[in-house]
């Protein structure tokens, strides 16, 4: 069967019909929610960013409140397990619960994001999942989390010859030849390696993404493909009286510029470059059900514990992180949001809401209302 005319298809559908779907599903979540947290004490520990957004979006948060009730029930169960268990470290312990705690949270963003049928796997998507047959294992890589040690990673499991992950150069690292993704698969061989093989992806805080991104695509001499494809366009649509030089470079990009042609449909159409689309629409989470949904934020103990869960713990290692700059990524996001105008970084935040929803980030603080 051939994915492409899937992938269109589905595409199409999911975008268009997204919308619509929150405002339904979040209609749904809000009855659900009030029926439910009423009668728990959960009520009244709203975190401050669902407090304080803006009463049109404060319904979107339900879904995650939503999760957290459930947290609560999952507690006992896991504490009854626990006394029953014993062989298990209580490191495992911790890392199975945080995974079985992210679980519940997406499959109920699921649930009220894609109500009914959730649409096949698209074209692109199985091109982002890395396939090892070996060690099975499947790996959806998200650019700008983590996502070139992990496909060292992916390269030195199926090359023992390779003696350390970081010996393998960036730029080899993302050479797809060294690694065959899900597209190449038939559609049954696809479903049994869905059904069989070890899963894992990994994120990170939305806009922290995306500054990372920007960072690296346009303010960074060497990516000169980022600046002519995209630079060039955005300074043409979004500067006022550009020089030449921008013009015909596009290799001074501000991030403010960056975000208007984000938060303009018109100026992206219907498909965002890998490295700032939605978590979503790379990986498919609905659809896929991850054994490990790492983080960033904890990487390494969600390293640990994929490397663990895959049976691949004794056989690499992953590249230390290199030496910490100065400036996180999230002081950074501040200064560069402080840029770009509190109505921006609203529409920002909408734009990427599913993100946040489906992996609990927390939505920072509201502008003009924190
Ligand atoms: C979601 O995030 C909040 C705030 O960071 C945290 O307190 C809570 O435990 C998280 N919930 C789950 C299910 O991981
Ligand atoms: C999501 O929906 C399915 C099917 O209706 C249901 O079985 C499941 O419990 C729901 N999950 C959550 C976390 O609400």
Redo the contacts with the bound molecule.
């Keep these: 069967m051939q994915a492409g005319v899937l992938s269109h298809a589905s595409r199409q559908v999911f975008t268009t019909m997204r919308a619509s779907r929150i405002l339904l599903g979040a209609t749904v979540v809000v009855s659900v929610v009030l029926l439910s947290v009423a009668y728990l004490d959960g009520w009244f520990r709203v975190s401050s960013a669902v407090t304080r957004a803006p009463a049109r979006t404060r319904f979107l948060f339900s879904a995650g409140l939503?999760?957290r009730t459930?947290d609560r029930t999952q507690d006992t169960e896991v504490g009854t397990a626990a006394g029953s268990g014993g062989s298990r470290t209580q490191e495992d312990h911790n890392a199975e619960k945080i995974q079985r705690d992210r679980k519940?949270v997406l499959?109920?963003v699921?649930?009220v994001s894609l109500p009914g049928s959730v649409p096949p796997l698209s074209a692109r998507q199985l091109g982002h999942i890395i396939v090892d047959d070996k060690h099975k294992m499947l790996y959806c890589f998200v650019p700008k989390v983590a996502c070139t040690n992990w496909k060292r990673i992916m390269i030195k499991l199926r090359h023992p010859e390779i003696e350390k992950p970081q010996d393998i150069s960036p730029q080899d690292a993302h050479v797809t030849y060294f690694l065959p993704s899900l597209k190449l698969y038939s559609q049954e061989e696809i479903q049994y390696r869905l059904d069989n093989y070890f899963k894992f992806m990994f994120v990170r805080d939305p806009l922290e993404r995306l500054l990372s991104a920007y960072i690296n695509k346009f303010t960074m001499p060497y990516n000169l493909k980022f600046h002519r494809l995209y630079g060039t366009k955005i300074i043409s649509r979004f500067r006022e009286n550009p020089s030449k030089d921008s013009l015909q470079k596009g290799d001074d990009v501000t991030f403010t510029e960056f975000v208007q042609y984000l938060l303009d449909p018109m100026a992206h159409g219907p498909q965002l470059n890998e490295h700032w689309d939605h978590y979503a629409n790379l990986c498919h989470p609905c659809r896929i059900h991850y054994d490990v949904i790492g983080k960033y934020e904890t990487l390494d103990q969600d390293v640990d514990h994929v490397l663990q869960r895959a049976g691949v713990a004794n056989i690499v290692q992953f590249p230390p992180k290199p030496k910490k700059s100065q400036t996180s990524t999230s002081q950074l996001l501040d200064e560069y949001l402080d840029e770009i105008g509190p109505k921006e970084v609203f529409r920002l935040h909408n734009m990427y809401i599913l993100d946040y929803l489906m992996f609990n980030y927390s939505l920072p603080n509201f502008p003009g209302e924190g």
Aim: net charge negative; aromatic share 0%.
């Design positions: 939503e999760g459930a519940v499959e109920r699921c649930n």
